[in-house]
C-alpha cells in the first residue's frame, strides 16, 4: 500500500474518538446540521464555550415524561442570547424538536442509571443516559474541558471548533487531489489502450479502484462539509470540481464492460470495505472472474460519447458490432449499411481521427 492510500485510509477512522457506533449515520449527520457553524444553536455554543459556561440541553420529542422534573415553563422562541442568559441557571434546559423554542429552564433530569454510559461527568452522564432512553438529541457543554458533546440515540460526538474542521477538511482535498491526478493518469491509459485494443482486465480496474477510493473520500469531506456550515463555501466549490464527471465516466466503464450487469458491478464495488479495495486484484476477482490479467474490449459507449456522434448513431454501432475493436476494425461497407449516408460516414470517421489525435496529444476528453 502507498503513502497516499495510507493516508487515504486513515480517512475511514470514525469523526472522532467519542463515536460510540463507528462512523456516524445519515440520522446524525442530519444532527450536526442543526449546530453547524451559522445556526442560531452554533452561536448560542460557541457562546458557552467563549464565556466556559457548562450546559445541558435536550430537544423535546415527547419521550422525555418521567425523565424530567423540576423548573419552569418559558415557552419563548428561541435565540442564542436567550438560551445562554437562561443556561445561567442549574439544571437543563428543554427546547422545542425542531429547536425553534425554549420550553422549560431550570429542570432535572432523572434517566435511568442503569443505562450504559462512558461518560464521567455528572452533566455528561445525564445526556447520555437521556439521549438513549427518550432516543432524543442531548447536548452538554463543560465549562472544565471546554468541549461539546453531542448525543443522540446511541451515538455520540465531540463537536470541533470550526478552524480545526477546516484544516481536516483542506487536508483531505490535497489527498483527493492527488487520487483525482492518478485517476486521470490511469483514465489517459485506458483511452489509449482501448483505442489501440490492447487494454487490459488490469488497466479497467485500476481506473475503477480509483473512482472508487475517490467517492470514499469525497464522502468524508462531505461529512465536515456538514459541521463547516456556511463556513464551508470553498471546499463545497472544490470538491465539485474534484469529482466532476467521475461517476459518469464510472458508470460508461461499467457498462462497456458489464453491460446490462453494469448495476450489479457498481454495487459489488460500492460494498468493497477499503483494505480490500486497495488490491486491484480483488476487484477483478469479483468483477471480472479472472485471477489472471488478460486483453478485453469494451462494448465503446464511453469513447463514442467523447465525439460529436448523435446517441442514435452510437446506439446503432454498439448495438451492430461486438466491441469497440470490431468498430474501429470495421470495413466502410460495414459501417455504411449500419450509419445508412456517405455523409455520415465520412463524419464518423472524422470523429475517430479527431479522437485518436486528442489521446495521442494527451489531451483531456
Known sequence: ?????????????????????????KDFIDVLRMVAPGTSLRVALDDFLNAKMGALIVLDNENLGGIIEGGFTVNTKFSAQKLVELAKMDGAIILSKDAKD???????LFPDISINTKETGTRHKAAER??????????????????????YGDSSYQLQRSSEILRRASETLQILEKQRDIFDEYLSNLNALELRKHATITDVCLVLQR????????????????????????????LKELMGGLQREEELI?????????????????????DFLLEPLNISRLLFEELHDKNVSPKGLRLLAKTNLLERYMD???????????ILSATNEELLSVLGSESMLAFFKEEIYNLKEKVNLGKEL
Not at 452538554?140 to 453531542?150: D, G, Q
Not at 462531505?222 to 470553498?234: A, S
Not at 446503432?316 to 470490431?326: A, K
Request: hydrophobic letters at 40%; proline letters at 1%; aromatic letters at 6%.
Open 1 to 25: 500500500m502507498g503513502d497516499e492510500e495510507e493516508k487515504a485510509g486513515e480517512l475511514f477512522l470514525p469523526f472522532s474518538k467519542e463515536s460510540s457506533e463507528g462512523e456516524l449515520g
Open 102 to 108: 425554549i420550553l422549560r429552564v431550570n429542570a432535572l
Open 130 to 151: 437521556t439521549a438513549k432512553q427518550a432516543k432524543t438529541i442531548a447536548i452538554a457543554v463543560s465549562e472544565r474541558k471546554n468541549k461539546i458533546s453531542i448525543y
Open 211 to 238: 473512482v472508487e477510493i475517490m467517492k470514499r473520500i469525497s464522502e468524508t469531506v462531505q461529512r465536515l462539509l456538514v459541521e463547516l456550515g456556511k463556513e464551508g463555501m470553498i471546499v463545497k466549490m472544490r
Open 254 to 274: 461499467l457498462k462497456d464492460y458489464f453491460s446490462s450487469n453494469h448495476s450489479s458491478s457498481l454495487g459489488i464495488l460500492e460494498k468493497m470495505d477499503f
Open 316 to 326: 446503432l454501432l454498439v448495438g451492430n458490432f461486438e466491441n469497440l475493436s470490431e
